[in-house]
T-cell receptor, first 111, second 113 residues
Framework: EPEVTQTPSHQVTQMGQEVILRCVPISNHLYFYWYRQILGQKVEFLVSFYNNEISEKSEIFDDQFSVERPDGSNFTLKIRSTKLEDSAMYFC?????????FGNGTRLTVT | GNSVTQMEGPVTLSEEAFLTINCTYTATGYPSLFWYVQYPGEGLQLLLKATKADDKGSNKGFEATYRKETTSFHLEKGSVQVSDSAVYFCALSPDQGAQKLVFGQGTRLTINP
């Protein structure tokens, strides 16, 4: 069964550094999403992406965040200057019909 | 706005016990409702869904019925197994816009042999 894949599974970075989290959505899906889950807390929506542009974003998704679909298969989330509070599990998802399919996540640790 | 409220966890049961995890929602329009499960060290997996009122979603012995009159989507299983130990998330998807998922806070379930 096709699945969403995310790399790396774990990323450690220093505060102030840029990180890029990568995702390969399911190939025939058209809607893509990033969510995050701070340890022990709720899964929170960050951004949705359709037709090569952001369709909706949350208050969390400020100017430090950006998304891109550079080559028709990858879908990336960039954090320009990481903060300690960006430490979380980041999940990518793609959608078919009304069902979101999630990857296994990237655990980002900012030190 | 749209929101989902789940019963507080953690929940600990013995094997073969009956399980209920309560979920209520607030939404405009006609959302779809979902239960996702997160096993230790893994991502979110769709467990079941219902797209309109009175629909019953079911999978792996779990069931949930979309109750518009009580704005609820409670998860039930008649006889749980140790392998059901996981975190369960109730979620809704609005019928408009980007149809993003709005999650509840999650309920950690532990099943003891």
């Amino acid at each position: 069964e096709p699945e969403v894949t995310q790399t790396p599974s774990h990323q450690v970075t220093q505060m102030g550094q840029e990180v890029i989290l990568r995702c390969v959505p399911i190939s025939n899906h058209l809607y893509f999403y990033w969510y995050r889950q701070i340890l022990g807390q709720k899964v929170e929506f960050l951004v949705s992406f359709y037709n090569n542009e952001i369709s909706e974003k949350s208050e969390i998704f400020d100017d430090q965040f950006s998304v891109e679909r550079p080559d028709g298969s990858n879908f990336t989330l960039k954090i320009r200057s990481t903060k300690l509070e960006d430490s979380a599990m980041y999940f990518c998802a793609s959608r078919q019909a009304r069902v979101l399919h999630f990857g296994n996540g990237t655990r980002l640790t900012v030190t | 706005g749209n929101s989902v409220t789940q019963m507080e966890g953690p929940v600990t049961l013995s094997e073969e016990a009956f399980l209920t995890i309560n979920c209520t929602y607030t939404a405009t329009g006609y959302p779809s409702l979902f239960w996702y499960v997160q096993y230790p060290g893994e991502g979110l997996q769709l467990l079941l869904k219902a797209t309109k009122a009175d629909d019953k979603g079911s999978n792996k012995g779990f069931e949930a019925t979309y109750r518009k009159e009580t704005t609820s989507f409670h998860l039930e299983k008649g006889s749980v197994q140790v392998s059901d130990s996981a975190v369960y998330f109730c979620a809704l998807s609005p019928d408009q816009g980007a149809q993003k998922l709005v999650f509840g806070q999650g309920t950690r379930l532990t099943i003891n042999p």
